[in-house]
């Protein structure tokens, strides 16, 4: 029988995981929703509210495919860099430790995903 419990197998859960989340939040800035415009006004971007959404998405689709999972995760990375950056300068480092959590799940994904142990 096949372990299933493995490192990669945790890599491909961490993906999803941030897939997942950042899937949604992209889905939500190319739509609009009402809570991303509150919070891009707030934050003073407003026109780039579709770019954001619409870079999310291509760093997510670019972290679940195997052959560019590494481009996807420092995407994803940036992008989060850039959330942190904002936390930090328009609500004083409140908030930060989700796209903290997020950028660094991308990349153990990514590693758990791509690189083997050698015993």
């Known amino acids: 029988m096949k372990n299933l419990f493995t490192l990669k197998t945790l890599g491909w ?3 999803a995981l941030v897939a ?5 939040s992209a889905i939500g800035k190319i739509t ?5 415009v509150q919070n891009f006004t707030f ?5 780039q509210l579709v770019m954001v959404g619409v870079v999310e ?3 997510v689709i670019l972290l679940m495919i195997p052959r560019t999972s590494m481009f996807g995760a420092l995407g994803v990375s940036l992008t989060m860099a850039g959330a942190v950056a904002l936390h930090f300068s328009y609500m004083a480092g409140a908030g930060i430790m989700i796209p903290i ?3 660094a799940f991308a990349w153990s994904g990514h590693c758990l ?4 142990l050698k015993v």
């Open 32 to 36: 609009q929703s009402e809570e991303m």
């Open 113 to 116: 995903r791509t690189y083997q």
């Open 101 to 103: 959590m997020l950028g």
């Open 13 to 15: 859960v961490l993906s």
């Open 43 to 47: 934050f003073n971007m407003m026109p």
């Open 20 to 24: 997942i989340m950042l899937g949604m």
């Open 57 to 59: 998405l291509i760093a």
